[in-house]
């Protein structure tokens, strides 16, 4: 069945030190991929999304491609701050079907 | 923000009793969905819901029912609730659950405690 596997955490970082949050996927067929964002205490906020291989999903300096060739699609920022701190989901959907998500990454960045 | 209100927000419990969680919409989205947060497991899909009256089971139905009689509301029922059933329950709504690439948006969560 269709699963996502994302790289345990938590990850810790200093202000302004570059992100990589790895993310591969199982699935048959052309999921689309998406991360989500949890900030304490609240709701997951949708991050970026990509729908076909080769996309490149943006936001907020996040960026995320859509890897067909090796079934990942990992979140990048270049410098992170300390409101990154959250825990990010890796999530796919595939139609007709429900998100399934990893079991997430927490992010703590330090001033 | 999307328009999702999840009632009540915190909840403490007895083993055995009865509870009902209520997600209410105001984006007319056709889906929506319940979803349970552990540590360790990340979301898992409880039930899901297509339309008025027409739900389905997801990963971990097991112990809960749902309802929706309206498209804004959508009802997660606990009948005899149990320890294991402590969590973190999210409500979430889409506009389309076939497309594939629509974004589901999420509620604030209830945090539920049983005891």
Redesign the interface.
């Known amino acids: 069945g269709n699963s996502v596997t994302q790289m345990e955490g938590p990850v810790t970082l200093s202000e302004e030190a570059f992100l990589t949050i790895n993310c591969t996927y199982t699935a048959t067929g052309y999921?689309?991929l998406?991360w989500?964002v949890q900030y304490p205490?609240?709701?997951?906020?949708?991050l970026l999304?990509a729908?076909k291989a080769d996309d490149k999903g943006s936001n907020k300096g996040f960026e995320a491609t859509y890897r067909k060739e090796t079934t990942s699609f990992h979140l990048e920022k270049g410098s992170v701050q300390v409101s990154d701190s959250a825990v990010y989901?890796c999530a796919l959907?595939?139609?007709?079907?429900?998100?399934i998500?990893?079991?997430?990454t927490t992010l703590s960045v330090s001033s | 923000d999307a328009g999702i209100t999840q009632s009540p927000r915190h909840k403490v419990t007895e083993t055995g009793t009865p509870v009902t969680l209520r997600c209410h919409q105001t984006e007319n989205h056709r889906y929506m969905y319940w979803y349970r947060q552990d540590p360790g497991h990340g979301l898992r899909l409880i039930h899901y819901s297509y339309g008025v009256k027409d739900t389905d089971k997801g990963e971990v139905s097991d112990g809960y029912s749902v309802s929706r009689s309206k498209t804004e509301d959508f009802l997660l029922t606990l009948e005899s609730a149990t320890s294991s059933q402590t969590s973190v329950y999210f409500c979430a709504i889409s506009e389309s659950g076939t497309s594939g690439n629509q974004p589901q948006h999420f509620g604030d969560g209830t945090r539920l405690s049983i005891l």
Request: proline fraction near 4%; charged fraction near 10%.
């Open positions: 999921p689309s998406f989500y205490g609240e709701g997951l906020q949708l999304k729908t989901f959907n595939q139609a007709g079907t429900a998100l998500f990893g079991k997430g």
